[in-house]
């Protein structure tokens, strides 16, 4: 009714204006009546024509409009439905929670410090994930979790068929959780904390049960299962990422001290070498100049009158005095304090 009053708005407008561009067009006299409405009826025709083409071509848009969408509605019903019978496959919907797993610990920087590794076991008796903590302890994650009630709840036609595969659902993972608990993962290893995290890959998997079991959350929490979703996942895995970079600090630290340590007695060992080298140059210097004091006094005395009885014609080089002192390094130790009683 809306696109008829718009089009028959159109049509009007267009008639008054045809109308009134013929009225107000420059004429030398007034024709007859008879003339007039022939120029009108004319134009009418024109604009009813161009109109109607217009429209045809409107609704020929529309209609392929119309057939593109009902095929794209008609695929994505198609990939919906094998969709939901996908995940209603254990096999399917455990690989779909354990990539999801799998992006959520690369979101929370644990990859590159290698604090996570992926079990894929399909005997229920190890967990998706294992993630290492500080301090040699592991936490071990589960992501498989019943999915089926909700994918009928997703499909139901009416709010009670709703209601009822919601709570449904509410009910399956409540005893998934027991059944989770019974497990006890945190045996397998040493030093683990008694937690096990229940990983659902969506936020309204958790909504959803909370809806109709408000307390499904505490009782999980008392039987030491925690159900996380990835957000509150990746805010632990970031808790533990960070508490693996304070480690990695502390044991950088460490390993500085013992490293400053052994160089500190390397140092050490090569001032007391670098002190010895120095008092045997001093010892060379000093006997060195008592070499030439025993030239000067001795040696020359007896050269020069060999020169002048004709027994020797060539001249001796004669050695030089060296009285540069060789400088002792200070000591590493302190001086010891003669106010200190020994």
């Given at each position: 009714?809306?696109?008829?009053?718009?089009i028959?708005?159109?049509?009007?407008?267009?008639?008054?204006?045809?109308?009134?561009?013929?009225?107000?067009?420059?004429?030398?006299?007034?024709?007859?009546?008879?003339?007039?409405?022939?120029?009108?009826a004319?134009i009418?025709?024109v604009?009813?024509?161009?109109?109607?083409?217009?429209?045809?071509e409107?609704?020929?848009?529309?209609?392929?409009?119309?057939?593109?969408?009902?095929?794209?509605l008609a695929s994505l019903?198609?990939?919906?439905?094998?969709?939901?019978?996908?995940?209603?496959?254990?096999?399917?919907?455990?690989?779909?929670?354990?990539?999801?797993?799998?992006?959520?610990?690369?979101?929370?920087?644990?990859?590159?410090?290698?604090?996570?590794?992926?079990?894929v076991?399909?005997?229920?008796?190890?967990?998706?994930?294992?993630?290492?903590?500080?301090?040699?302890?592991a936490?071990?994650?589960?992501?498989?979790?019943?999915?089926?009630?909700y994918?009928?709840?997703?499909a139901?036609?009416?709010?009670?068929e709703?209601?009822?595969?919601?709570?449904?659902?509410?009910?399956?993972?409540?005893?998934?959780?027991?059944?989770l608990?019974?497990?006890?993962?945190?045996?397998?290893?040493?030093?683990?904390?008694?937690?096990?995290?229940?990983?659902?890959?969506?936020?309204?998997?958790?909504?959803?049960?909370?809806?109709?079991?408000?307390?499904?959350?505490?009782?999980?929490?008392?039987?030491?299962?925690?159900?996380?979703?990835?957000?509150t996942?990746?805010s632990?895995?970031?808790?533990?990422?960070?508490?693996?970079?304070?480690?990695?600090?502390?044991?950088?630290?460490?390993?500085?001290?013992?490293?400053?340590?052994?160089?500190h007695?390397?140092?050490?060992?090569?001032?007391?070498?670098?002190?010895?080298?120095g008092?045997?140059?001093a010892?060379?210097?000093?006997?060195?100049?008592?070499?030439?004091?025993?030239?000067?006094?001795r040696?020359?005395?007896?050269?020069?009158?060999?020169?002048?009885?004709?027994?020797?014609?060539?001249?001796?080089?004669?050695?030089?005095r060296?009285?540069?002192v060789?400088?002792?390094?200070?000591?590493l130790?302190p001086?010891?304090?003669?106010?200190?009683?020994?």
């Amino acid at each position: 009714m809306t696109a008829a009053t718009f089009i028959l708005g159109i049509v009007l407008a267009l008639m008054v204006g045809a109308m009134a561009a013929w009225w107000m067009r420059p004429r030398p006299a007034p024709p007859p009546a008879v003339a007039a409405a022939q120029p009108v009826a004319d134009i009418l025709a024109v604009t009813l024509a161009r109109i109607e083409a217009h429209m045809r071509e409107v609704e020929s848009a529309r209609q392929h409009s119309h057939g593109a969408l009902e095929a794209n509605l008609a695929s994505l019903s198609r990939e919906t439905v094998a969709l939901s019978n996908a995940l209603r496959s254990p096999n399917a919907r455990g690989r779909w929670g354990e990539l999801t797993l799998r992006r959520v610990a690369e979101l929370s920087g644990m990859v590159p410090f290698c604090d996570f590794v992926e079990q894929v076991s399909d005997d229920g008796k190890r967990p998706d994930m294992i993630v290492r903590l500080p301090g040699g302890r592991a936490l071990a994650i589960d992501a498989k979790f019943p999915l089926s009630a909700y994918l009928d709840a997703e499909a139901a036609q009416s709010p009670a068929e709703r209601s009822a595969a919601l709570a449904r659902h509410s009910q399956q993972l409540a005893r998934h959780v027991t059944a989770l608990a019974s497990r006890e993962y945190w045996a397998q290893f040493k030093d683990a904390p008694e937690m096990v995290v229940l990983f659902l890959p969506g936020e309204h998997f958790l909504s959803a049960a909370l809806e109709q079991d408000r307390e499904l959350l505490d009782r999980a929490l008392t039987k030491n299962v925690m159900l996380a979703t990835p957000v509150t996942l990746v805010s632990v895995l970031k808790g533990v990422s960070y508490g693996w970079r304070q480690e990695r600090l502390a044991k950088n630290a460490e390993e500085l001290r013992r490293i400053a340590g052994e160089f500190h007695d390397r140092v050490r060992v090569f001032a007391q070498a670098y002190a010895d080298s120095g008092r045997q140059l001093a010892r060379a210097v000093e006997s060195y100049n008592q070499s030439v004091a025993s030239w000067d006094a001795r040696l020359l005395p007896s050269l020069e009158r060999m020169k002048e009885l004709g027994a020797g014609a060539a001249a001796v080089a004669e050695p030089a005095r060296i009285d540069t002192v060789s400088r002792q390094p200070r000591s590493l130790e302190p001086p010891p304090d003669p106010a200190r009683p020994i």
